[in-house]
């Protein structure tokens, strides 16, 4: 309850600053910096993606990090028609459980390939041709712009998802299970692919990651994914006595980290658990 009040009260104090943060960085360990305007993507090589450029209603305008066609690239990232970032798509190229198909994975119409989207603006300002300056990556996060995830460590907690550990540069992940708001069923295909992380100090959202419980192609040679990772290490996300033991699981579990500012602001000093308990 004292760690509840504490971050309710940062949360109050830090609420003149609306934004996410103000960079964007894929996979931890790599963390390969990601362009936050058109004209910085277009500076790092990024290319158009699909289309002829028009803006798309609720997602923006699609850049990829390669050339090719849609099998080159593990990711887009989305811009809105004034230039900013708006979002990013991962993409899978192996079939991810039929459950989640349809509300978190969507099927690429003629393709055996799956993309999740994460939109960090709201949809009526994407295609609006608006910039918001101090907002360079946005001010909320969203599931295929039809699940909303908690800005807060305390709205988290709040709306029932499970929090889990904390792993330094990244923060506290929080998880939820469609089978039991609240609580972990273990059960691998339950668990929902995006998982937020908070930072312990500030209390604000600091990384999604999506996961799938299959070997995608990793960094740094293969693809853009991080892992495989086994049940075991997996289980790292979640506290000591947290009863972590995958039912149902392919025994793989792959990755792919979005943080919204430094690993370096973002210690786990004060955390309830971290990621080192294998070692103590």
């Not at 101090?134 to 305390?154: A, L, Q």
């Not at 929080?174 to 069923?185: A, E, H, V």
Request: glycine residues 12%; aromatic residues 12%.
């Amino acid at each position: 309850m004292r760690v509840l009040l504490l971050l309710a009260l940062v949360a109050l104090v830090a609420g003149k600053y609306d934004g996410l943060g103000y960079e964007l960085d894929r996979t931890f360990l790599i963390f390969k910096s990601q362009p936050t305007t058109v004209s910085a993507a277009k500076g790092k090589g990024f290319t158009l993606f699909g289309g002829n450029g028009n803006c798309k209603e609720g997602l923006g305008i699609a850049y990829q990090p390669k050339g090719g066609d849609i099998k080159s690239n593990s990711y887009n990232v989305w811009y809105t028609k004034g230039g900013q970032l708006t979002g990013f798509s991962v993409r899978t190229f192996s079939a991810p459980p039929s459950n989640l198909v349809g509300t978190y994975w969507i099927k690429v119409p003629g393709h055996n390939i799956w993309d999740i989207t994460i939109t960090t603006r709201p949809a009526h300002e994407i295609c609006s041709g608006h910039t918001y300056d101090d907002e360079p990556v946005g001010t909320e996060i969203r599931i295929n712009n039809r699940y909303t995830v908690p800005r807060t460590y305390y709205d988290a907690q709040q709306a029932g998802w499970q929090r889990g550990s904390c792993i330094p540069g990244m923060g506290t992940h929080f998880s939820w299970d469609l089978k039991s708001q609240g609580n972990m069923t273990w059960e691998a295909h339950s668990l929902m692919p995006v998982m937020p992380m908070y930072n312990v100090q500030t209390g604000n959202i600091s990384a999604v990651l999506i996961n799938i419980n299959n070997q995608q192609p990793t960094e740094p040679f293969a693809g853009d994914w991080e892992g495989p990772f086994s049940d075991h290490l997996w289980c790292l996300n979640w506290c000591k006595h947290s009863g972590c033991d995958w039912k149902g699981s392919s025994g793989h579990w792959s990755s792919m980290h979005w943080l919204f500012e430094s690993v370096f602001d973002n210690s786990c000093h004060g955390a309830i658990c971290n990621s080192l308990w294998p070692f103590d």
